[in-house]
């Protein structure tokens, strides 16, 4: 149980276009989902935080206008990148608190998008 | 805010030792949990062990068991018997309820046959 996917698992695009990110909660329900960014060999930075039904909320430094966030139901949310560019290159990776088992503070993480945009 | 300090970039050890990771944190909470996760090759995220801070007794899930020093605001992960499957990324992380969890910035463990 508390299985969480992403897709696509990578993805290359060109400078300009507009890429989304699926994060799917498929065994439980996911009130809450993170949204992390990774650099090769380091850590995972927290982007935004998203909320079902609710606007995510975004850290510091985090362009919202080009993350668009959306979780419109309990098993999905979505990172759409605008106007991506090389620099938007990365590892993003979703992690989703469930709902039920939220004990512990617990969060299962999605196997991660690469993006290359070229 | 709160803070999380793995001072160790890199770590080796041979097959069948013991290896121990070391993780500090800085906190003004008292309620709170502690994670290591691993971050293999594959880049999958997967938990190893967790620790709720207001348990004094210390976790342990069979070769992996950690050092936990409240009032050092200390979290150290030992692996035991290690394997080669045990090569990974390893990540210290703190938790509270419902929120974000905050990663240092991970060590990156080789085992050798």
């Known amino acids: 149980g508390a299985v969480v996917s992403q897709h696509p698992s990578r993805v290359i695009c060109k400078s300009g276009t507009s890429v989304k990110i699926e994060c799917r909660s498929l065994?439980?329900?996911?009130?809450?989902m993170f949204w992390y960014r990774q650099f090769p060999k380091q850590s995972l930075m927290l982007m935004a935080t998203?909320?079902?039904?609710?606007?995510?909320?975004?850290e510091q430094g985090v362009e919202k206008d080009k993350f668009l966030i959306n979780h419109a139901s309990l098993t999905l949310s979505t990172l759409t990148v605008t106007s991506a560019h090389p620099e938007d290159s990365s590892f993003y990776i979703c992690?989703?608190?469930?709902?039920?088992?939220?004990?512990?503070?617990?969060?299962?993480f999605g196997p991660g998008t690469r993006l290359t945009v070229l | 805010a709160q803070t999380v300090t793995q001072s160790q970039p890199e770590m080796s050890v041979q097959e069948a030792e013991t290896v121990t990771l070391s993780c500090t944190y800085d906190t003004s909470e008292s309620n709170y949990y502690l994670f290591w996760y691993k971050q293999p090759p594959s880049r999958q995220m997967i938990l190893v062990i967790r620790q709720e801070a207001y348990k004094q007794q210390n976790a342990t899930e069979n070769r992996f068991s950690v050092n936990f020093q409240k009032a050092a605001k200390s979290f150290s992960l030992k692996i035991s018997d290690s394997q080669l499957g045990d090569t990974a990324m390893y990540f210290c992380a703190f938790g509270q309820a419902g929120t974000a969890l905050i990663f240092g910035k991970g060590t990156t463990l080789s085992v050798s046959s």
């Open positions: 998203s909320n079902e039904g609710s606007k995510a909320t975004y």
């Open positions: 992690s989703a608190r469930d709902r039920v088992r939220g004990r512990n503070n617990e969060q299962f």
């Open positions: 065994d439980f329900q996911a009130t809450t």
